[in-house]
Every structure is written in C-alpha cells, then in structure tokens.
C-alpha cells in the first residue's frame, strides 16, 4: 500500500512539472502571436480590442500552478515562474488566508472582485473605446472601469475596489498604469493577496482575430520583495450578443445564504462618499 500511495505521489508531482511547463510554453507563444499580428482599427486608428471576452482558466482559484483542493480545481498557472515573491510575514498570511478561504475571500462577501482579478473571473467582460477612453464592464455585480487614453489628472487620497486607472497606447498594446488600492481584494481564491500600496501595470495586445494576450506586472513593495508578473489569454466569445448581470447578494439571498460578516465601508475601510465601482 505504501509502494502505491508513493507512486501516486510521485506521479502528482510530475504532472504537477509538466503541467507548469506546458503552460509556460503556451505563454511563450501567445506573447509571439502578439508580436506578429496585425489587428483591426478603430474608426480613430487605434488597435481595436472591442468585444465580448473570457479566460479560460483557473486564474480565479490560484494563480500558480496547483493541483485540487476542495472548491479549487486542478489548473495551469498564470505567473511568470511560478513564484510569488513574498515577505516571510506575507507568506504566512497567505496560508492563513487559504486556511480561511471560504469565509474570508472577499467574493464569498459578494464584494468587487478588483483589478486584476474582474479579468479573469470565470465571467465574461466586455471592452468598448472611444477616442478618449476604453472601458471594461463585467457581468460580475456591475463592475466596469473607466480608463481614460487623454491626459486626466489623478486625485490625491484617491482609494477603491479597482482602482485608479489611466492608459496609453504603445504600439499596437493598450498600458495602462493603475494606483488608488484600497487593499482588500484578493488576486485568487487561494488567498494571494496585496495592500494598498500595489500599483498595476497591464498589457492588452490583440494577438489573433479571437485572443487578446493579457500581461500584468504587480508591485507592492508593502508585501512583495519586487515586481512580478502575470500572463494570459482572453478569448473572444463569439455566441454571445452581450454580457449577462451576476447580482451576487440577490443570488446568495435566493439561495438562504445571507452574506458574511459587514461591508468594509461600514468599518471605516473606504472614505465617506468614495464611489464604490472604480
């Protein structure tokens, strides 16, 4: 019997290897698509990145690569070698956060999933443009961001779920540089969290007629011993006319399961009149 539980370890932790190289690999070459597409234009001559879209992974339970666990399906990670690079303290933090993942993850409070996770929860997001601004709407409990491509000054003091975007064009990739963190999102499930101090800089380059490559650095020297990356693929959903609403506490409440604990901003975690969906 022991022969047998050994092997089966031995044989986790091999496809657990394989199964990080497989999707470094298709990292790799989704970044190499990017490079050498061509995209539609909008009527002003940017890139066009308008359309309905979703992940197709499993970003939203772990961003590494990780086997099971209960709520937690098997799934290929999506940050670049497969580090975190926490504090010791953060570390432990971290675990304690898995330990307690199915009450103290904010979406189990029906709380803004935040930036980056709104881009791969397993919901569909929708991008439209304008001239002067891109915005993202999902269909998880009426998320949208607002990220102006013109020159808007910041606001001091500023903090939120989403945070404070703004953004320019680099080529044919859409960067945009967000701040403005109130520090209580999670990136995952599985407890990898961040403060307030996290700045964000993403990445969106058409890669295909269907795919969108994804690339986003975090920093948060609060938390972090540097900057680390994530990487991904959005793809176009094609059967789909437009984004359907997920209205989280209607849902929770339909199905006896009154949500947990109090808002934050009824702790005093937000400023007084803070918009709470930016």
Known sequence: MKTIVRAAAIACALAGTASFAIGQTGNRTSTTAAANYTPPRTADGQPD???????????????????????????????????IPYQPWALAKKQENFKNRLTEDPLEKCYLAGTPRTMYLPYPFQILQTPEAVVIVSSYVHTWRWIPTVSVPRYDGYESWMGDPRGRWEGN??????????????????????????????RFTRSAADSILYEVTVDDPKVFTR????????????????????????????????????????????????????
């Not at 995952?188 to 961040?194: A, I, L, R, V």
């Not at 990356?229 to 209205?247: A, N, S, T, V």
């Open 173 to 202: 990739t859409l960067v945009v540089d967000s701040v403005g963190f109130n520090g209580q999102t999670w990136f995952d499930q599985s407890g990898n969290f961040h403060s307030d101090a996290l700045k964000l800089t993403e």
């Open 227 to 278: 900057p680390w990356k994530m990487r991904m693929p959005f793809y176009l959903q094609r059967d789909m006319p437009r984004i359907l609403e997920d209205e989280c506490y209607l849902d929770a409440e339909e199905a006896g399961k009154p949500i947990r604990g109090t808002h934050p901003e009824d702790r005093g975690g937000s400023p007084a009149g803070a918009p709470p969906n930016r």
């Open 49 to 83: 990145l308008q359309g309905i879209w979703q992940v197709r992974n499993t970003a939203n339970s772990d961003i590494q690569a990780h086997g099971a666990a209960y709520r937690i399906p098997a799934g290929f990670g999506v940050v670049e070698g497969n580090e």
